[in-house]
């Protein structure tokens, strides 16, 4: 079924998608029962977030709908930009009890003869049923393969993960089954004889996922040592380093476009706020990582700042912040040049630049890039129900624009104390709520 939507906005606007799923495009139910996709939330609140955002994001498209999933998020692209991995907690079978651990899904993306995507089609389970699931990626050498964390099996933990209403703090589940596997697409969905475990002893925690550009490389998060801490393994040799061993949680990491450095976020402090750190990698004679030869951290303030992502020209991160209020997460775009890229102007800048790119009400967050650039996908809470849904946009921002830096305040500092950068950095915080990520 085709659900078309039109919204005309004060002063004449139009917006205009095509939303398109089909029977086997909803979320696999139970039964096989199919949801009937709706246009809820859409109204005069778009027009004032269309309005707002029209100079960095247009031609918006939701992608996941509470008519099929309680909650969905944390979309990546294939490199060619035809498919889409993402979690989701389906909508259950009427008296049933929702999932409480995420599924993984991939779907082909539906464009129009522009080449503007216009919906999801063919969305399919690829997790087995009852597993904890989160972070997928997809192979960019072999197209029938993807990575995501799996506990393969159902959890043994039985405390469900997202807003704890009596502390007021969000709980990130960690399963200690929770392994990093790789699904071959070419065999049965959801069947556990299709995954390989790539990484993972099912004695703690190891998620968090994603390749180098040429796939060599594998990067992780575990609580092996009892600390989240990241690790890369070269699948070429085996071999495993611990890269990242500072205090506190590290996680979320993601390599940069041309292999050479990783994002990641960090509440090292122990304040319940996340912190941008960015590392140079170092690499021995046969081209296999052994650590990092330099840390930037691209942020120090009073917000949780997570799941940064690199946009493809390798010279900024996009990622969302509590910068507004724990209830209104936004996503922003930073500057995180080493210097020496097309581009560049040769001067090292982490941190400065600074802009604000979503303004819906509702938390906006995990933005992720196309490999094209074209394309922004990010979790979204816009809309009347709510809930977390995936939505996608086109990337229209000149990045070389030199727009007010609102970061303000003194240099962001590399590891070694020189200044990482001659632009401004946001002043050190206090205290505040934990992680947004597997909220409603």
């Not at 955002?53 to 939701?62: G, K, N, P, R």
């Not at 890229?341 to 995990?366: F, N, Q, V």
């Amino acid at each position: 079924m085709n659900t078309h939507l039109n919204t005309v906005c004060p002063g004449g606007l139009v917006l205009g998608s095509l939303i398109v799923l089909t029977a086997t495009a909803v979320a696999q139910h139970p039964g096989g029962a199919a949801r009937h996709v709706n246009s809820e939330g859409r109204g005069n609140g778009v027009c004032r977030w269309h309005m707002a955002e029209s100079t960095a994001l247009q031609d918006h498209v939701q992608l996941t709908f509470p008519s099929a999933f309680q909650k969905a998020g944390e979309g990546y692209f294939d490199t060619a930009r035809t498919r889409v991995i993402f979690q989701a907690i389906p909508v259950p079978e009427e008296g049933e009890a929702p999932d409480a651990f995420y599924t993984m899904y991939l779907a082909e993306l539906a464009s129009d003869g522009a080449g503007r995507i216009t919906g999801l089609e063919n969305v399919r389970r690829i997790s087995p049923p009852g597993s904890a699931n989160t972070c997928g990626w997809f192979d960019p050498n072999e197209l029938a393969y993807v990575y995501f964390g799996s506990t393969i099996e159902p959890p043994t933990e039985h405390e469900a993960p997202g807003y704890q209403h009596g502390s007021g703090r969000y709980k990130w589940a960690f399963p200690a089954t929770m392994r990093i596997v790789r699904h071959d697409l070419n065999e049965p969905a959801g069947d556990a004889t299709s995954l390989t475990i790539m990484a993972g002893d099912d004695q703690s925690y190891q998620a968090e996922d994603a390749l180098s550009p040429d796939g060599r490389h594998l990067v992780y998060c575990s609580l092996e040592s009892g600390d989240g801490d990241l690790y890369i393994k070269d699948l070429r040799s085996g071999q495993v380093a611990r890269v990242v061993t500072k205090p506190g949680y590290d996680g979320g990491p993601f390599f940069s476009p041309d292999g050479r450095r990783l994002c990641y976020r960090s509440d090292r402090r122990g304040d319940n706020l996340l912190q941008l750190f960015v590392a140079e990698l170092a690499f021995d004679e046969n081209g296999s990582v052994i650590g990092i030869d330099r840390e930037y951290q691209l942020t120090d303030n009073r917000h949780v700042n997570w799941a940064p992502y690199w946009h493809p020209g390798g010279r900024h991160l996009v990622y969302g912040s509590s910068e507004l209020g724990h209830h209104n997460y936004e996503v922003f775009i930073i500057d995180a040049d080493p210097g020496d890229l097309p581009g560049s102007t040769g001067t090292i800048k982490y941190g400065t630049g600074k802009r604000r790119l979503t303004h819906a009400d509702g938390a906006d967050i995990m933005p992720t890039f196309s490999a094209d650039g074209e394309y922004l996908t990010w979790t979204s809470q816009r809309g009347a129900s709510g809930t977390s849904q995936l939505w996608a946009a086109r990337f229209i921002m000149p990045l070389e624009a030199r727009l007010q830096d609102t970061s303000g305040g003194a240099a962001v500092r590399g590891v070694d104390g020189q200044a990482a950068s001659s632009g401004g950095a946001p002043k050190r915080g206090g205290v505040g709520e934990g992680d947004p990520r597997l909220s409603g």
